[in-house]
């Protein structure tokens, strides 16, 4: 005769309702920094002769 089931259905956990993981939200602020506003302000790249000569062989139609 074959003996008894050796595994166990293993009892269902009560839902857990009472605690709430609740993540820590971390806020960064930055603070206003003088050398990247005059980095960003500073255009002078768009006169170089190099960059005007970049843009124009971008520029051009490919389709002539």
Do not use: C
Not at 7 to 17: D, G, I, N
Not at 36 to 42: I, P, V
């Amino acid at each position: 005769m074959a003996s008894k089931w050796p595994f166990a259905k293993k009892p269902a956990e009560p839902p857990q309702t009472g605690k709430t993981d609740k993540r820590k939200i971390v806020e960064y602020e930055r603070k206003p920094d003088e050398k990247s506003r005059e980095k960003l302000a500073d255009r002078s790249h768009l006169e170089n002769d190099s960059f005007k000569e970049a843009m124009d062989l971008l520029g051009k139609d490919s389709s002539d």
